[in-house]
């Protein structure tokens, strides 16, 4: 179950990649702009704010999430990003941070490469983080009892479950657009006794906590925090530097 305030706690640090991704799209006048993985809205209605004439659509696979939003003004829906189908005026679609979620990403761009007129724009980013250490701590830990037994099928996300810049480059290209791809590696600087772990545990333990009852949960929480201590060492002025890395990809529909 997706928690929007554990979410929001980072609210700032994980907004700056929406702003920067969206810096790049050139839209003026679209007719209908949709927020694929929309979260709690709170990036959402900036959309609004940026193309106050378009119809705004919104999705998330989490009802709770949803809620939020809704709580925001955002008319969202709840839907899985697979499911959705762009409508005939639909010139701007976004996805920050949630195709990472869905394997068949890729074959979902195509897709609606081909769904969509020309001049749309697709603009999405995703983590690039995954062969990190927080991760790897994460799948160390589930590996131990009494974890292993509830969490022995996990979906975990390896490094594979998205593409370099260029390969995500390749694939627009020759679906049809025009592509501007990059990578950013953000070095966040986290405060509080557990910041990595209270970073993770709003994304990455989602599915985690989930499985766990609550004292199993607690007991998970104490075996991962000295490895991400070691991992992410606190400064004596007490900021935790956080390396996250971010794929960035822009296309317009030739």
Not at 11 to 36: C, E, I, K, M
Not at 89 to 107: F, G, I, K, Y
Not at 178 to 200: K, N, S
Not at 239 to 247: E, L
Request: with cysteine.
């Amino acid at each position: 179950m997706w928690n929007p305030d554990t979410y929001l706690a980072f609210a700032d640090h994980r907004g700056r990649p929406f702003f920067d991704l969206l810096s790049r799209v050139g839209a003026q006048s679209p007719r209908r702009v949709v927020d694929l993985g929309c979260g709690p809205g709170n990036l959402t209605v900036t959309l609004a704010e940026r193309w106050p004439d378009a119809a705004l659509e919104a999705w998330d696979n989490s009802p709770e999430m949803v809620a939020a939003a809704r709580e925001r003004g955002v008319d969202a829906d709840v839907g899985g990003i697979a499911e959705w189908v762009p409508r005939p005026d639909t010139d701007v679609v976004v996805s920050n941070a949630a195709l990472q979620w869905v394997p068949e990403h890729r074959e979902l761009l195509t897709r609606w490469v081909s769904q969509l007129d020309a001049g749309a724009w697709i603009a999405f980013q995703v983590p690039g983080n995954f062969d990190s250490p927080s991760h790897q701590a994460v799948r160390e830990v589930a590996r131990r009892k009494p974890f292993a037994t509830p969490l022995r099928d996990m979906p975990w996300r390896e490094a594979h479950v998205v593409d370099a810049p260029a390969e995500y480059a390749g694939l627009l290209t020759d679906a049809g657009c025009t592509v501007d791809a990059w990578e950013t590696t953000y070095v966040h600087q986290l405060t509080g006794d557990t910041p990595v772990l209270d970073w993770i545990t709003g994304t990455a333990l989602t599915q985690v906590k989930g499985r766990l009852t609550e004292e199993a949960w607690q007991q998970y929480r104490q075996a991962i925090i000295p490895l991400l201590a070691e991992a992410y060492p606190a400064r004596p002025d007490g900021i935790t530097f956080f390396p996250f890395r971010r794929v960035f990809v822009v296309g317009q529909v030739r």
